[in-house]
Protein backbone atom coordinates (compact mmCIF):
# COMPACT_ATOMS: atom_id res chain seq x y z
CA UNK A 1 0.00 0.00 0.00
CA UNK A 2 1.52 3.33 -1.06
CA UNK A 3 1.28 5.94 2.15
CA UNK A 4 4.04 8.79 0.81
CA UNK A 5 4.01 9.86 -2.80
CA UNK A 6 6.75 12.35 -4.03
CA UNK A 7 5.79 14.91 -5.99
CA UNK A 8 8.41 17.04 -8.16
CA UNK A 9 7.35 20.65 -9.16
CA UNK A 10 8.41 22.06 -12.79
CA UNK A 11 7.24 19.83 -15.46
CA UNK A 12 5.17 17.68 -13.37
CA UNK A 13 2.89 19.18 -10.70
CA UNK A 14 3.51 22.83 -12.26
CA UNK A 15 1.73 23.34 -15.42
CA UNK A 16 4.11 24.94 -18.33
CA UNK A 17 2.68 28.10 -17.05
CA UNK A 18 3.87 27.34 -13.29
CA UNK A 19 0.88 27.40 -12.12
CA UNK A 20 -1.01 24.12 -10.24
CA UNK A 21 -4.64 23.21 -11.45
CA UNK A 22 -7.52 23.19 -8.77
CA UNK A 23 -7.61 19.50 -9.87
CA UNK A 24 -4.36 18.75 -8.74
CA UNK A 25 -4.69 21.09 -5.55
CA UNK A 26 -8.27 18.90 -4.76
CA UNK A 27 -6.96 15.52 -5.59
CA UNK A 28 -3.62 16.33 -3.31
CA UNK A 29 -6.26 16.90 -0.69
CA UNK A 30 -8.38 13.30 -1.27
CA UNK A 31 -5.16 11.28 -1.12
CA UNK A 32 -4.29 12.71 2.39
CA UNK A 33 -7.90 11.65 3.50
CA UNK A 34 -7.10 8.42 1.55
CA UNK A 35 -4.45 8.02 4.00
CA UNK A 36 -1.73 8.96 0.59
CA UNK A 37 0.61 11.75 2.61
CA UNK A 38 2.05 13.95 -0.80
CA UNK A 39 6.10 15.31 -0.29
CA UNK A 40 7.12 17.79 -2.28
CA UNK A 41 10.26 17.57 -3.98
CA UNK A 42 11.70 20.09 -6.18
CA UNK A 43 15.46 20.80 -7.18
CA UNK A 44 14.70 24.20 -6.48
CA UNK A 45 15.80 25.91 -3.23
CA UNK A 46 13.55 26.26 0.08
CA UNK A 47 12.03 29.46 -0.90
CA UNK A 48 10.44 27.79 -3.95
CA UNK A 49 9.72 24.78 -1.93
CA UNK A 50 7.33 26.95 -0.13
CA UNK A 51 6.09 28.85 -2.97
CA UNK A 52 4.69 25.94 -4.13
CA UNK A 53 3.18 25.37 -0.29
CA UNK A 54 1.56 28.76 -0.60
CA UNK A 55 -0.26 27.75 -3.93
CA UNK A 56 -1.64 24.54 -2.86
CA UNK A 57 -2.58 26.33 0.86
CA UNK A 58 -1.27 23.61 2.75
CA UNK A 59 1.90 22.89 5.14
CA UNK A 60 3.41 19.83 3.86
CA UNK A 61 6.88 17.79 3.67
CA UNK A 62 9.49 18.76 1.39
CA UNK A 63 12.55 18.01 -0.50
CA UNK A 64 14.38 21.03 -2.04
CA UNK A 65 17.70 22.44 -3.52
CA UNK A 66 18.15 19.49 -5.64
CA UNK A 67 17.67 16.87 -2.97
CA UNK A 68 20.06 18.59 -0.76
CA UNK A 69 17.65 19.77 2.19
CA UNK A 70 15.36 17.80 3.36
CA UNK A 71 12.32 18.98 6.07
CA UNK A 72 8.63 18.01 7.67
CA UNK A 73 7.09 21.05 6.68
CA UNK A 74 7.22 24.95 6.48
CA UNK A 75 7.00 25.34 10.08
CA UNK A 76 8.83 22.12 11.04
CA UNK A 77 12.22 20.77 11.49
CA UNK A 78 14.91 20.21 9.24
CA UNK A 79 15.24 16.01 9.37
CA UNK A 80 18.66 16.14 6.69
CA UNK A 81 20.81 18.69 4.60
CA UNK A 82 23.93 18.13 3.01
CA UNK A 83 26.21 20.83 2.70
CA UNK A 84 29.74 21.38 0.91
CA UNK A 85 32.22 23.84 1.59
CA UNK A 86 34.62 24.55 -1.80
CA UNK A 87 35.84 28.06 -1.77
CA UNK A 88 39.16 27.45 -3.50
CA UNK A 89 37.20 25.62 -6.17
CA UNK A 90 34.29 27.95 -6.08
CA UNK A 91 36.78 30.96 -6.97
CA UNK A 92 36.83 29.40 -10.35
CA UNK A 93 32.85 29.70 -10.88
CA UNK A 94 32.76 33.05 -9.60
CA UNK A 95 35.53 33.98 -11.81
CA UNK A 96 33.29 32.70 -15.11
CA UNK A 97 30.54 34.44 -14.21
CA UNK A 98 32.22 37.75 -13.87
CA UNK A 99 33.71 37.02 -17.23
CA UNK A 100 30.38 36.21 -19.27
CA UNK A 101 27.89 37.90 -17.53
CA UNK A 102 25.74 34.64 -15.45
CA UNK A 103 24.30 34.81 -12.30
CA UNK A 104 24.91 32.24 -9.40
CA UNK A 105 21.99 31.49 -7.17
CA UNK A 106 23.38 30.26 -3.49
CA UNK A 107 21.26 28.44 -1.04
CA UNK A 108 22.90 28.70 2.46
CA UNK A 109 22.94 25.76 5.59
CA UNK A 110 22.00 28.91 7.47
CA UNK A 111 20.98 32.30 6.34
CA UNK A 112 18.98 34.22 3.31
CA UNK A 113 20.26 32.78 0.07
CA UNK A 114 22.76 35.28 -2.06
CA UNK A 115 22.48 35.90 -5.63
CA UNK A 116 25.50 37.57 -7.50
CA UNK A 117 25.70 38.47 -11.29
CA UNK A 118 24.71 39.81 -13.95
CA UNK A 119 21.22 41.15 -14.17
CA UNK A 120 20.75 40.41 -17.92
CA UNK A 121 20.07 36.45 -16.78
CA UNK A 122 17.04 37.35 -14.68
CA UNK A 123 15.09 37.62 -18.75
CA UNK A 124 15.65 34.56 -18.71
CA UNK A 125 14.27 33.05 -15.82
CA UNK A 126 10.76 31.39 -15.58
CA UNK A 127 8.53 33.26 -13.13
CA UNK A 128 9.10 31.45 -9.91
CA UNK A 129 12.71 31.38 -10.42
CA UNK A 130 12.69 35.59 -10.37
CA UNK A 131 10.64 35.53 -7.41
CA UNK A 132 13.29 33.31 -5.69
CA UNK A 133 16.14 35.44 -6.66
CA UNK A 134 14.15 38.77 -6.45
CA UNK A 135 14.02 37.42 -2.71
CA UNK A 136 17.73 36.78 -1.93
CA UNK A 137 20.33 39.20 -0.64
CA UNK A 138 22.54 40.40 -3.31
CA UNK A 139 25.82 40.35 -2.55
CA UNK A 140 29.21 42.44 -4.31
CA UNK A 141 32.34 40.27 -2.63
CA UNK A 142 31.29 36.54 -3.24
CA UNK A 143 34.91 35.45 -2.39
CA UNK A 144 33.95 36.24 1.42
CA UNK A 145 30.18 35.63 1.43
CA UNK A 146 30.55 32.33 -0.49
CA UNK A 147 33.49 30.68 2.09
CA UNK A 148 30.61 28.73 4.19
CA UNK A 149 28.80 25.86 3.73
CA UNK A 150 26.22 25.75 1.12
CA UNK A 151 23.35 23.59 -0.12
CA UNK A 152 23.43 24.10 -3.66
CA UNK A 153 24.53 26.82 -5.97
CA UNK A 154 22.69 27.07 -8.80
CA UNK A 155 24.48 29.02 -12.09
CA UNK A 156 22.56 30.22 -14.69
CA UNK A 157 23.32 31.15 -18.48
CA UNK A 158 22.57 30.72 -22.11
CA UNK A 159 22.82 27.46 -23.53
CA UNK A 160 26.34 27.62 -25.07
CA UNK A 161 27.71 29.25 -22.11
CA UNK A 162 26.37 27.01 -20.13
CA UNK A 163 28.41 24.25 -21.92
CA UNK A 164 31.46 26.29 -21.05
CA UNK A 165 30.40 25.59 -17.33
CA UNK A 166 29.90 22.55 -17.36
CA UNK A 167 33.38 21.67 -18.26
CA UNK A 168 35.31 24.37 -16.07
CA UNK A 169 33.36 22.74 -13.23
CA UNK A 170 34.92 18.82 -14.29
CA UNK A 171 37.85 20.10 -14.54
CA UNK A 172 38.67 22.82 -11.74
CA UNK A 173 36.42 21.76 -9.10
CA UNK A 174 36.42 17.87 -8.33
CA UNK A 175 34.71 17.78 -5.38
CA UNK A 176 31.58 19.52 -6.25
CA UNK A 177 28.74 17.52 -7.74
CA UNK A 178 26.72 18.90 -10.70
CA UNK A 179 23.23 18.78 -11.39
CA UNK A 180 21.84 19.45 -15.47
CA UNK A 181 18.17 21.44 -13.97
CA UNK A 182 17.48 22.68 -17.75
CA UNK A 183 18.44 24.22 -20.77
CA UNK A 184 20.27 27.17 -18.79
CA UNK A 185 20.72 26.08 -15.14
CA UNK A 186 22.95 23.76 -13.45
CA UNK A 187 22.85 22.73 -9.75
CA UNK A 188 26.42 22.76 -7.80
CA UNK A 189 26.00 20.52 -5.02
CA UNK A 190 27.31 17.83 -2.61
CA UNK A 191 28.45 14.59 -4.32
CA UNK A 192 25.86 12.37 -3.09
CA UNK A 193 22.72 14.23 -2.82
CA UNK A 194 20.15 13.37 -4.90
CA UNK A 195 16.55 13.15 -5.10
CA UNK A 196 16.67 9.54 -4.46
CA UNK A 197 18.47 10.02 -1.14
CA UNK A 198 16.82 12.69 0.05
CA UNK A 199 13.64 10.75 -0.23
CA UNK A 200 15.24 7.73 1.20
CA UNK A 201 16.00 9.80 4.35
CA UNK A 202 12.75 11.21 4.54
CA UNK A 203 10.77 7.50 4.65
CA UNK A 204 13.30 6.39 6.82
CA UNK A 205 12.46 9.46 9.05
CA UNK A 206 8.29 8.16 8.73
CA UNK A 207 9.30 4.31 9.30
CA UNK A 208 8.11 3.19 5.44
CA UNK A 209 9.57 0.97 3.34
CA UNK A 210 10.38 1.72 -0.46
CA UNK A 211 6.96 -0.43 -1.54
CA UNK A 212 5.01 2.25 0.43
CA UNK A 213 6.57 5.25 -1.78
CA UNK A 214 5.46 6.40 -5.29
CA UNK A 215 7.10 9.13 -6.88
CA UNK A 216 6.50 11.09 -10.19
CA UNK A 217 8.71 13.09 -12.22
CA UNK A 218 9.77 14.29 -15.47
CA UNK A 219 13.20 15.35 -15.83
CA UNK A 220 17.05 13.30 -15.36
CA UNK A 221 17.08 14.82 -12.13
CA UNK A 222 13.87 12.65 -11.32
CA UNK A 223 15.86 9.17 -11.87
CA UNK A 224 17.16 8.67 -8.73
CA UNK A 225 13.62 9.43 -7.00
CA UNK A 226 11.73 7.15 -9.16
CA UNK A 227 14.55 4.25 -8.86
CA UNK A 228 14.37 4.51 -5.07
CA UNK A 229 10.48 4.90 -5.20
CA UNK A 230 8.64 1.37 -4.72
CA UNK A 231 6.08 2.71 -7.55
CA UNK A 232 7.86 5.16 -10.22
CA UNK A 233 6.09 6.89 -12.06
CA UNK A 234 6.71 8.92 -14.90
CA UNK A 235 4.82 12.02 -16.78
CA UNK A 236 3.85 11.52 -20.37
CA UNK A 237 6.11 14.52 -20.75
CA UNK A 238 9.20 13.33 -19.58
CA UNK A 239 12.61 12.63 -20.64
CA UNK A 240 13.16 9.12 -22.29
CA UNK A 241 15.46 8.40 -18.92
CA UNK A 242 12.39 8.63 -16.77
CA UNK A 243 10.26 6.53 -18.79
CA UNK A 244 12.84 3.58 -18.84
CA UNK A 245 12.38 3.49 -14.80
CA UNK A 246 8.83 3.79 -14.52
CA UNK A 247 5.99 1.45 -13.84
CA UNK A 248 3.40 4.10 -14.72
CA UNK A 249 3.14 6.64 -17.55
CA UNK A 250 0.91 10.08 -16.32
CA UNK A 251 -0.84 12.19 -18.81
CA UNK A 252 1.12 15.73 -19.14
CA UNK A 253 1.75 18.49 -16.68
CA UNK A 254 -0.87 20.14 -18.58
CA UNK A 255 -3.42 17.38 -18.73
CA UNK A 256 -3.21 16.99 -14.49
CA UNK A 257 -1.22 13.91 -14.46
CA UNK A 258 -0.47 14.37 -10.88
CA UNK A 259 -4.06 13.88 -9.96
CA UNK A 260 -4.50 11.29 -12.19
CA UNK A 261 -1.68 9.48 -10.29
CA UNK A 262 -3.17 9.94 -6.96
CA UNK A 263 -6.34 8.94 -8.06
CA UNK A 264 -4.96 5.44 -9.22
CA UNK A 265 -2.81 4.65 -6.31
CA UNK A 266 -6.33 5.46 -4.68
CA UNK A 267 -8.21 3.05 -6.53
CA UNK A 268 -5.21 0.33 -5.99
CA UNK A 269 -4.76 1.03 -2.17
CA UNK A 270 -8.82 0.37 -1.76
CA UNK A 271 -8.23 -2.98 -3.75
CA UNK A 272 -4.88 -3.65 -1.00
CA UNK A 273 -2.58 -4.30 -4.15
CA UNK A 274 1.05 -4.87 -3.05
CA UNK A 275 3.93 -3.16 -4.90
CA UNK A 276 6.43 -5.20 -3.77
CA UNK A 277 9.18 -6.20 -6.44
CA UNK A 278 9.57 -9.48 -6.87
CA UNK A 279 6.89 -11.24 -4.43
CA UNK A 280 4.42 -13.36 -5.49
CA UNK A 281 1.16 -12.04 -5.14
CA UNK A 282 -1.55 -10.39 -6.96
CA UNK A 283 0.18 -7.45 -8.36
CA UNK A 284 -0.44 -4.61 -11.41
CA UNK A 285 3.21 -3.06 -10.84
CA UNK A 286 3.83 -2.07 -14.70
CA UNK A 287 2.06 0.58 -17.28
CA UNK A 288 -1.33 0.69 -17.63
CA UNK A 289 -2.96 -1.76 -20.10
CA UNK A 290 -4.39 0.86 -22.14
CA UNK A 291 -0.93 2.50 -22.15
CA UNK A 292 0.80 -1.39 -22.99
CA UNK A 293 -1.18 -1.62 -25.96
CA UNK A 294 0.83 1.66 -27.73
CA UNK A 295 4.36 1.17 -25.76
CA UNK A 296 7.11 1.19 -28.39
CA UNK A 297 10.17 2.36 -27.43
CA UNK A 298 13.56 3.34 -29.14
CA UNK A 299 15.48 0.32 -29.45
CA UNK A 300 19.32 0.38 -29.15
CA UNK A 301 20.07 -1.89 -32.45
CA UNK A 302 23.89 -1.87 -33.04
CA UNK A 303 24.43 -0.29 -36.59
CA UNK A 304 26.29 -3.91 -37.14
CA UNK A 305 23.32 -5.93 -36.19
CA UNK A 306 22.28 -8.02 -39.50
CA UNK A 307 26.64 -8.16 -40.37
CA UNK A 308 27.11 -9.59 -36.60
CA UNK A 309 23.93 -11.98 -37.50
CA UNK A 310 25.21 -12.48 -41.33
CA UNK A 311 29.03 -13.49 -40.08
CA UNK A 312 27.23 -15.89 -36.82
CA UNK A 313 25.31 -17.88 -39.14
CA UNK A 314 28.03 -18.18 -42.36
CA UNK A 315 30.27 -19.26 -39.70
CA UNK A 316 28.47 -22.21 -38.24
CA UNK A 317 27.16 -23.26 -41.84
CA UNK A 318 30.62 -23.74 -42.73
CA UNK A 319 30.10 -26.89 -40.22
CA UNK A 320 27.88 -29.80 -41.44
CA UNK A 321 24.93 -30.10 -40.05
CA UNK A 322 24.78 -33.92 -39.70
CA UNK A 323 21.42 -34.45 -38.29
CA UNK A 324 20.40 -37.39 -37.03
CA UNK A 325 17.17 -38.78 -36.00
CA UNK A 326 17.73 -42.02 -33.99
CA UNK A 327 14.12 -43.96 -33.33
CA UNK A 328 13.63 -44.85 -29.28
CA UNK A 329 11.48 -47.42 -27.72
CA UNK A 330 9.96 -44.63 -25.33
CA UNK A 331 6.54 -47.28 -24.09
CA UNK A 332 4.32 -44.60 -26.40
CA UNK A 333 2.03 -46.44 -28.45
CA UNK A 334 0.71 -43.66 -30.49
CA UNK A 335 3.71 -41.46 -31.52
CA UNK A 336 7.12 -42.54 -33.05
CA UNK A 337 10.18 -40.79 -30.98
CA UNK A 338 14.00 -40.06 -31.89
CA UNK A 339 16.69 -38.94 -29.93
CA UNK A 340 17.95 -36.08 -32.26
CA UNK A 341 21.48 -34.38 -32.50
CA UNK A 342 22.69 -32.25 -34.81
CA UNK A 343 25.57 -29.70 -35.21
CA UNK A 344 24.74 -26.04 -33.54
CA UNK A 345 26.98 -23.51 -33.33
CA UNK A 346 30.41 -23.57 -34.16
CA UNK A 347 30.05 -27.83 -35.16
CA UNK A 348 28.57 -28.33 -31.27
CA UNK A 349 26.72 -31.16 -30.89
CA UNK A 350 23.64 -29.69 -29.63
CA UNK A 351 20.33 -32.61 -28.38
CA UNK A 352 16.67 -32.75 -28.84
CA UNK A 353 13.68 -34.79 -29.09
CA UNK A 354 11.37 -35.25 -32.33
CA UNK A 355 8.35 -36.78 -31.87
CA UNK A 356 5.88 -38.05 -34.87
CA UNK A 357 2.14 -38.52 -34.57
CA UNK A 358 2.42 -42.80 -35.95
CA UNK A 359 -1.16 -42.56 -37.66
CA UNK A 360 0.44 -39.83 -40.92
CA UNK A 361 -0.59 -40.27 -44.04
CA UNK A 362 0.92 -36.99 -45.48
CA UNK A 363 3.64 -34.38 -45.22
CA UNK A 364 3.22 -32.79 -41.45
CA UNK A 365 4.21 -29.16 -40.56
CA UNK A 366 6.09 -28.66 -37.75
CA UNK A 367 6.35 -27.32 -34.63
CA UNK A 368 10.12 -26.53 -33.25
CA UNK A 369 10.03 -25.70 -29.59
CA UNK A 370 12.58 -23.95 -27.76
CA UNK A 371 12.87 -24.79 -23.64
CA UNK A 372 12.24 -22.18 -20.51
CA UNK A 373 15.42 -20.98 -18.71
CA UNK A 374 17.60 -23.51 -16.66
CA UNK A 375 15.04 -26.28 -18.21
CA UNK A 376 16.25 -29.35 -20.54
CA UNK A 377 14.85 -31.76 -23.05
CA UNK A 378 14.14 -33.98 -20.17
CA UNK A 379 12.01 -37.12 -21.11
CA UNK A 380 9.84 -37.98 -24.44
CA UNK A 381 6.78 -37.98 -22.68
CA UNK A 382 7.05 -34.96 -21.16
CA UNK A 383 6.20 -33.54 -24.92
CA UNK A 384 3.11 -34.92 -26.20
CA UNK A 385 0.63 -32.40 -27.11
CA UNK A 386 1.55 -31.33 -30.58
CA UNK A 387 2.23 -34.33 -31.55
CA UNK A 388 -1.13 -35.35 -30.55
CA UNK A 389 -2.74 -32.45 -32.43
CA UNK A 390 -1.08 -33.81 -36.02
CA UNK A 391 2.24 -32.12 -36.21
CA UNK A 392 5.74 -33.11 -36.10
CA UNK A 393 7.14 -31.65 -32.91
CA UNK A 394 11.26 -30.85 -32.70
CA UNK A 395 12.06 -30.14 -29.01
CA UNK A 396 15.78 -28.68 -28.86
CA UNK A 397 17.97 -29.41 -25.76
CA UNK A 398 19.51 -25.90 -24.14
CA UNK A 399 23.24 -26.19 -24.39
CA UNK A 400 24.78 -26.06 -20.77
CA UNK A 401 20.89 -25.99 -19.58
CA UNK A 402 19.07 -28.35 -17.78
CA UNK A 403 19.69 -28.69 -14.44
CA UNK A 404 17.21 -26.70 -12.37
CA UNK A 405 13.53 -28.26 -13.59
CA UNK A 406 13.81 -30.56 -16.50
CA UNK A 407 17.31 -32.69 -17.05
CA UNK A 408 19.13 -31.69 -20.41
CA UNK A 409 22.05 -33.25 -22.09
CA UNK A 410 24.14 -30.50 -24.11
CA UNK A 411 26.91 -28.92 -22.28
CA UNK A 412 28.08 -25.29 -23.43
CA UNK A 413 31.64 -25.04 -24.14
CA UNK A 414 32.66 -21.48 -23.58
CA UNK A 415 34.86 -19.78 -26.37
CA UNK A 416 37.77 -18.22 -25.27
CA UNK A 417 37.76 -14.38 -24.29
CA UNK A 418 34.94 -14.82 -22.17
CA UNK A 419 34.80 -13.27 -18.22
CA UNK A 420 34.02 -13.67 -14.78
CA UNK A 421 30.16 -14.22 -14.40
CA UNK A 422 27.02 -14.23 -12.09
CA UNK A 423 25.89 -17.79 -11.26
CA UNK A 424 23.36 -18.54 -14.45
CA UNK A 425 23.42 -17.39 -18.03
CA UNK A 426 22.68 -14.15 -18.50
CA UNK A 427 26.45 -12.64 -18.11
CA UNK A 428 28.01 -15.33 -19.50
CA UNK A 429 30.77 -13.81 -21.75
CA UNK A 430 28.60 -10.43 -21.53
CA UNK A 431 31.72 -8.15 -22.01
CA UNK A 432 31.17 -8.83 -26.21
CA UNK A 433 28.91 -10.16 -28.30
CA UNK A 434 31.04 -12.42 -30.05
CA UNK A 435 31.71 -14.46 -26.92
CA UNK A 436 27.92 -13.73 -25.26
CA UNK A 437 26.23 -17.17 -24.25
CA UNK A 438 23.14 -16.81 -26.44
CA UNK A 439 25.04 -16.25 -29.41
CA UNK A 440 25.81 -19.65 -29.59
CA UNK A 441 21.88 -20.36 -28.01
CA UNK A 442 20.33 -18.44 -30.81
CA UNK A 443 22.23 -19.94 -33.74
CA UNK A 444 21.62 -23.71 -32.31
CA UNK A 445 17.84 -22.70 -32.30
CA UNK A 446 18.49 -21.70 -36.48
CA UNK A 447 20.15 -24.90 -36.94
CA UNK A 448 17.39 -26.72 -35.27
CA UNK A 449 14.87 -25.43 -37.46
CA UNK A 450 17.22 -26.36 -40.11
CA UNK A 451 17.66 -30.23 -39.08
CA UNK A 452 13.49 -30.22 -38.68
CA UNK A 453 13.24 -29.12 -42.55
CA UNK A 454 15.58 -32.53 -43.39
CA UNK A 455 13.53 -34.83 -42.40
CA UNK A 456 11.45 -36.77 -44.74
CA UNK A 457 8.14 -36.60 -42.80
CA UNK A 458 8.24 -32.40 -42.57
CA UNK A 459 6.63 -30.28 -44.85
CA UNK A 460 9.80 -27.40 -44.97
CA UNK A 461 7.17 -24.72 -46.00
CA UNK A 462 5.16 -25.14 -43.29
CA UNK A 463 7.15 -24.67 -39.71
CA UNK A 464 6.23 -22.87 -36.36
CA UNK A 465 8.41 -22.03 -33.85
CA UNK A 466 6.89 -21.79 -29.91
CA UNK A 467 8.25 -21.19 -26.24
CA UNK A 468 7.74 -20.08 -23.11
CA UNK A 469 10.12 -17.06 -20.99
CA UNK A 470 13.55 -17.85 -22.75
CA UNK A 471 11.79 -20.29 -25.01
CA UNK A 472 9.52 -17.20 -26.29
CA UNK A 473 12.80 -14.76 -26.25
CA UNK A 474 14.40 -17.54 -28.61
CA UNK A 475 11.46 -18.15 -30.98
CA UNK A 476 11.55 -14.23 -31.72
CA UNK A 477 15.41 -14.30 -32.47
CA UNK A 478 14.67 -17.41 -34.62
CA UNK A 479 11.36 -15.51 -36.32
CA UNK A 480 14.32 -12.57 -37.05
CA UNK A 481 16.76 -14.72 -38.50
CA UNK A 482 14.88 -16.76 -40.83
CA UNK A 483 12.76 -14.92 -43.40
CA UNK A 484 10.61 -17.42 -44.53
CA UNK A 485 9.23 -19.24 -41.29
CA UNK A 486 5.65 -19.73 -41.14
CA UNK A 487 4.36 -18.87 -37.60
CA UNK A 488 5.95 -17.41 -34.30
CA UNK A 489 4.39 -18.36 -30.74
CA UNK A 490 6.59 -16.38 -28.33
CA UNK A 491 4.62 -16.72 -24.56
CA UNK A 492 5.76 -14.50 -22.06
CA UNK A 493 9.16 -13.90 -23.98
CA UNK A 494 12.39 -13.32 -22.13
CA UNK A 495 15.29 -11.61 -23.05
CA UNK A 496 13.46 -8.18 -24.66
CA UNK A 497 13.85 -4.44 -23.88
CA UNK A 498 17.00 -5.94 -21.63
CA UNK A 499 17.09 -1.83 -19.99
CA UNK A 500 13.89 -1.73 -18.76
CA UNK A 501 14.01 -5.23 -17.18
CA UNK A 502 16.85 -4.95 -15.07
CA UNK A 503 15.34 -1.15 -13.68
CA UNK A 504 11.65 -2.33 -12.86
CA UNK A 505 12.31 -5.56 -11.29
CA UNK A 506 14.94 -7.40 -8.99
CA UNK A 507 13.82 -11.25 -10.04
CA UNK A 508 15.84 -13.45 -11.43
CA UNK A 509 17.10 -14.51 -14.68
CA UNK A 510 17.21 -10.54 -15.31
CA UNK A 511 18.65 -9.55 -11.50
CA UNK A 512 21.73 -11.86 -12.81
CA UNK A 513 22.60 -8.75 -15.52
CA UNK A 514 21.65 -6.03 -12.43
CA UNK A 515 24.16 -8.20 -10.06
CA UNK A 516 26.80 -8.51 -12.55
CA UNK A 517 26.46 -4.19 -13.14
CA UNK A 518 26.53 -3.52 -9.49
CA UNK A 519 30.25 -5.13 -9.81
CA UNK A 520 31.33 -4.19 -12.49
CA UNK A 521 30.14 -0.87 -12.39
CA UNK A 522 32.44 0.47 -14.69
CA UNK A 523 31.16 -2.27 -17.46
CA UNK A 524 27.64 -1.07 -17.47
CA UNK A 525 27.27 0.34 -20.69
CA UNK A 526 29.40 -2.61 -22.54
CA UNK A 527 27.02 -4.84 -20.90
CA UNK A 528 24.07 -3.42 -22.61
CA UNK A 529 25.86 -2.69 -26.04
CA UNK A 530 26.61 -6.14 -25.83
CA UNK A 531 22.80 -7.08 -24.94
CA UNK A 532 21.34 -5.02 -27.91
CA UNK A 533 22.78 -7.53 -30.43
CA UNK A 534 19.97 -10.02 -28.52
CA UNK A 535 16.68 -8.04 -28.02
CA UNK A 536 13.74 -9.63 -28.98
CA UNK A 537 12.81 -5.80 -30.16
CA UNK A 538 15.70 -6.06 -32.86
CA UNK A 539 14.45 -9.28 -34.19
CA UNK A 540 11.00 -8.07 -34.01
CA UNK A 541 10.90 -5.50 -36.32
CA UNK A 542 13.11 -8.23 -39.08
CA UNK A 543 10.61 -11.27 -38.40
CA UNK A 544 7.68 -11.77 -41.26
CA UNK A 545 6.05 -14.91 -39.55
CA UNK A 546 2.49 -14.85 -38.12
CA UNK A 547 3.04 -14.30 -35.30
CA UNK A 548 0.61 -15.31 -31.59
CA UNK A 549 1.86 -13.49 -28.37
CA UNK A 550 1.10 -13.83 -24.65
CA UNK A 551 1.63 -11.50 -21.79
CA UNK A 552 0.41 -11.66 -18.49
CA UNK A 553 -0.34 -8.37 -16.25
CA UNK A 554 0.84 -9.41 -12.89
CA UNK A 555 4.33 -10.93 -14.36
CA UNK A 556 7.39 -10.03 -12.11
CA UNK A 557 9.97 -12.35 -14.34
CA UNK A 558 9.37 -10.35 -18.02
CA UNK A 559 7.57 -7.90 -16.99
CA UNK A 560 4.58 -6.86 -19.62
CA UNK A 561 6.23 -3.53 -20.96
CA UNK A 562 8.93 -5.65 -22.05
CA UNK A 563 6.33 -8.03 -23.96
CA UNK A 564 4.18 -5.64 -25.47
CA UNK A 565 7.76 -3.67 -26.28
CA UNK A 566 8.41 -6.48 -28.39
CA UNK A 567 5.21 -7.08 -29.53
CA UNK A 568 4.61 -3.57 -30.81
CA UNK A 569 7.68 -3.36 -32.61
CA UNK A 570 6.50 -6.23 -34.42
CA UNK A 571 6.90 -6.37 -38.09
CA UNK A 572 4.82 -9.04 -38.96
CA UNK A 573 1.21 -10.10 -38.38
CA UNK A 574 0.12 -10.42 -35.15
CA UNK A 575 -2.05 -11.38 -32.31
CA UNK A 576 -1.44 -10.97 -28.58
CA UNK A 577 -3.24 -13.17 -26.05
CA UNK A 578 -3.40 -11.00 -22.57
CA UNK A 579 -3.81 -12.41 -19.24
CA UNK A 580 -4.78 -10.02 -16.39
CA UNK A 581 -4.69 -11.41 -13.01
CA UNK A 582 -1.29 -14.10 -13.54
CA UNK A 583 1.90 -14.51 -12.98
CA UNK A 584 4.62 -15.37 -15.07
CA UNK A 585 2.91 -19.09 -15.40
CA UNK A 586 0.86 -16.90 -18.04
CA UNK A 587 -2.34 -18.73 -19.40
CA UNK A 588 -0.53 -22.07 -19.05
CA UNK A 589 -2.65 -25.00 -20.36
CA UNK A 590 -5.37 -21.96 -21.96
CA UNK A 591 -2.75 -20.14 -24.42
CA UNK A 592 -1.88 -24.23 -25.52
CA UNK A 593 -5.21 -24.36 -26.55
CA UNK A 594 -4.56 -21.52 -27.79
CA UNK A 595 -1.72 -21.69 -30.18
CA UNK A 596 -3.21 -25.34 -31.23
CA UNK A 597 -6.25 -22.97 -33.00
CA UNK A 598 -3.76 -20.76 -34.33
CA UNK A 599 -1.46 -23.51 -35.54
CA UNK A 600 -4.91 -25.70 -36.94
CA UNK A 601 -5.82 -22.07 -38.93
CA UNK A 602 -2.94 -21.17 -40.79
CA UNK A 603 -1.91 -24.79 -41.71
CA UNK A 604 -5.68 -25.91 -42.62
Known amino acids: MIKLFAIDLDGTMYTTTQTITSRVRETILQGIQAGINPVVVTGRGRRGAENALDALGMDLPYICSAGALVRSGRDGETIHAWTFHAHEELLHVIDFTRQHGTSLFAERDKGEPLWFGSD ?8 NTLREVQDSIRTFDPEKDFDQPMLKITLTASPGLLAKAKILVQEKCPSIHQVYAGVQYIDLTSENVNKGSALSALAHRLGLRQDEVAAIGDQDIDVHMLKFAGLPIAMSNAVPSVHMVARWVAPSNDQDGVAWAIE ?30 TYKPERPEPVDFDTFWEHTLAETRRFPLD ?47 YIGYGGGRGLPHEWLTWANAGYAHFIMDTRGQGSTWRTGDTPDPE ?6 QIPGFMTRGVLKPETYYYRRVFTDAVRAVEAARTHP ?21 VAGLIPDLSLAMPDVPFLCHFRR ?65 AY ?29 RFTHERFA
Open 568 to 596: NHYAGPKDIRIWQFNNHEGGEAYQTREKI
Open 120 to 127: SMNEIMDP
Open 457 to 477: AVDLTRIAVTGGSQGGGISLA
Open 415 to 420: LEGGNP
Open 264 to 293: RIVKYNQQDILWVRGRESAMIFDLPLEQLK
Open 501 to 565: AVEIIDTDPYNEIARFCKTHRVQIETVFDTLSYFDGMNFAVRSNAAALFSVALMDTICPPSTVFA
Open 323 to 369: DRFEAVESGLTLVDVFDVTFNGFGGQPVKGWFILPKDRQALLPCVVE
